[in-house]
Each structure stands twice: as structure tokens, then as C-alpha cells.
């Protein structure tokens, strides 16, 4: 157990529609960051906030917006769902340094 | 544009031998190398990094090897058990940029 939780495990939706997954960091860590995997494919980045901040973006799509609220938790909302954005969607965390500590993910289905 | 490539898509070695698993990048700005596993429903957990100043890291098992002039790097697992099945992410750290890149992954299969 990494100390990260995600929220729900499994999202099936439909396209158009709206979700958000949410993510709590370990305790003590202030930095959030949220990956992206498609089927067979590595983790994509997508954004980091650390201590309420954007620090840095990927690849992510106009239709995802995140953000870290002041207890440190994320949420990742991806609108207008597509196809192509079923993936499984992790989140991480860490203190300082490299090594980042990851959740069990939130299976995203889109029919 | 595939910074961090693993290039064997699976491997399957036998119990008690050794497990080589590769992975090459193009970038020289990455300043930190990692290794993690990834069992089926789980998050990736990380396993071993090594600093792009040195040319070996050594934990138990596992040991990381970097040759910075060919831009590879790979994990040596010995000897191999049947709790090592999982799939292998090597990641590198962007200098400054505080995200890691992964590469595809590599599905390790330890035959009894």
C-alpha cells in the first residue's frame, strides 16, 4: 500500500459526458501529479500541482482540467468524453525528490 | 516523440536465472533514471533509481546499470523468482522539470 488513494476504482460512462476522479496524496507529500494509460501503453504525464500550484503540464487535452485543493487532495475532471479517453488514470505524490508514490489507478471506461 | 524507449515488449526467463530488462533513451537533460514494477490492478511501485552521474546501483537483487554514452540502461534481477512476474516501467526524470517520462513497459514472465 502506497499511502495514495483514488477514487472510485471504476468509472463507466458515456460520451459527452463529465467525470471527475479524485486522489489523495500521502500524508506530508505536497506534490500531486496525474498519468495517463491507454491500453498497452506507458504513463503518460499529464499535469503536477505541488502545494495548491500548477508546476508543470504534458500531453493534456483542453476537455481535462485539474486542480489541488488546500488539504493537498486532486481532482482530474475530463469533460466532453471521447473513446479514446478510456484509459487507466493514476495519480502519485512525493515529499521531495524523485521518487514519486502512485495509487491504484481509476479504470475509465467510455461507451 | 518517444523519449524513453523499452524496446521487448515481454520476457519470460526462468526461475533462478537472471532477468535482463533494457531500456534506452534519447535526452541527454534527464538527470535520474528509475525502474518500477506494475502488478495487474495495482499502481506501479517503484523499485530502484540510479543519479545520471553514476554507472551502477545495486539493491539485493536488483541492480541498475547506466552507460550515459550509449543512452542506455538496464535492470538486472538475480536471481529470478516467480514474485518478479509483473510488468517493468524504466522512467527518466527531466533536469528541472519536475515530471517523470515513462517508456512502454516491459511484461517479465519468471517460468517455474
Known amino acids: 500500500d502506497s499511502g495514495v488513494t483514488q477514487t472510485p476504482k471504476h468509472l463507466i460512462t458515456a460520451t459527452g459526458q463529465r467525470v471527475t476522479l479524485r486522489c489523495s496524496p500521502r500524508?506530508?507529500?505536497?506534490?500531486v501529479y496525474w498519468y495517463q494509460q491507454s491500453l498497452d501503453q506507458g504513463l503518460q504525464f499529464l499535469i503536477h500541482?505541488?502545494?495548491?500550484?500548477?508546476?508543470a503540464k504534458g500531453n493534456i487535452l483542453e476537455r481535462f482540467s485539474a486542480q489541488q485543493f488546500p488539504d493537498l487532495h486532486s481532482e482530474l475532471n475530463l469533460s466532453s468524453l471521447e473513446l479514446g479517453d478510456s484509459a487507466l488514470y493514476f495519480c502519485a505524490s512525493s515529499r521531495a525528490g524523485i521518487q514519486q508514490f502512485f495509487g491504484p489507478g481509476t479504470r475509465l471506461t467510455v461507451l | 516523440d518517444q523519449q524513453v524507449k523499452q524496446n521487448s515488449p515481454s520476457l519470460s526467463v526462468q526461475e533462478g536465472r537472471i532477468s535482463i530488462l533494457n531500456c534506452d533513451y534519447t535526452n541527454s537533460m534527464f538527470d535520474y533514471f528509475l525502474w518500477y514494477k506494475k502488478y495487474p490492478a495495482e499502481g506501479p511501485t517503484f523499485l530502484i533509481s540510479i543519479s545520471s552521474i553514476k554507472d551502477k546501483n545495486e539493491d539485493g537483487r536488483f541492480t541498475v546499470f547506466l552507460n550515459k554514452s550509449a543512452k542506455h540502461l538496464s535492470l538486472h534481477i538475480v536471481p529470478s523468482q516467480p514474485g518478479d512476474s509483473a510488468v517493468y516501467f524504466c522512467a527518466a526524470n527531466l533536469q528541472g522539470a519536475q515530471k517523470l517520462v515513462f517508456g512502454q513497459g516491459t511484461r517479465l514472465t519468471i517460468n517455474p
Open positions: 500524508s506530508g507529500d505536497l506534490s
Open positions: 500541482y505541488y502545494n495548491g500550484e500548477e508546476r
